[in-house]
């Protein structure tokens, strides 16, 4: 079944409906392989910048706490020893990378499905129009006449269209991606997807099977 998305000018008044392309607006979903996909993207997004001391790098404890013997408690030789309190961490995070390398033909399988999934749900939008002119308060009658206030928006438009960009990026509870960098986590975790309709040629042109693939 084709889906539709409705589009909206940047006027803030709805011009009806336009057909998506059916490669990429209305595939089958595999949940195994958008769960893979969303998982490596979260892994991507982490630092691992975290690290703990081990017993060598903690501060102190160059003197044996007690003699050697006749004190009747277990030999130490030191208070950086992990079982003293201020000891060292033993098997404790270090700096490390957590990137998960994902195939680029699962990377496009999963954001179709993600962006079929939203389809469906009625929840993909088209911006009809550009703003030559930054205006935070245009892109909240944008939003209000597309009835999108209190949701989850993920706007997709390109570098080039700094009207657009700069108008929305001020407004709560809304994200601003590319085409290139748009990640199947942002479809599924935003209640819609707006494209301006030169982001929308370009998702197009990315998610489309190629024989060269």
């Known amino acids: ?45 982490r630092r691992g910048t975290h690290s703990t001391k081990t017993r060598a790098e903690v501060s102190g404890g160059g003197a044996k706490p007690f003699r050697q013997k006749g004190t009747g408690n277990a030999r130490q030789g030191s208070t950086r020893a992990p079982q003293f309190t201020g000891g060292g961490i033993v098997h404790g995070p270090r700096p490390r990378s957590y990137a998960q390398a994902t195939p680029k033909k699962m990377v496009r399988a999963a954001l179709r499905q993600a962006l079929s999934d939203r389809a469906r749900g009625g929840a993909i939008y088209v911006l009809r129009g550009e703003l030559e002119t930054p205006s935070t308060k245009g892109a909240v009658n944008i939003v209000q006449a597309a009835g999108l206030v209190g949701k989850n928006v993920s706007l997709v438009a390109l570098p080039a269209e700094a009207g657009i960009v700069r108008s929305f990026r001020n407004l709560p509870e809304l994200m601003i991606a590319t085409p290139a960098s748009l990640l199947t986590r942002t479809v599924l975790t935003s209640d819609v997807v707006l494209f301006t309709e030169a982001g929308l040629s370009a998702i197009v042109d990315r998610l489309s099977d190629r024989e060269s693939e």
Do not use: C, W, Y
Not at 25 to 40: K, R
């Open 1 to 45: 079944m084709t889906q539709q998305a409705k589009v909206v000018g940047v006027t803030g008044s709805l011009e009806g409906e336009i057909v998506l392309v059916d490669q990429v607006f209305d595939v089958p979903a595999n949940v195994g392989l958008l769960h893979q996909v969303v998982v490596a993207e979260e892994a991507n997004r």
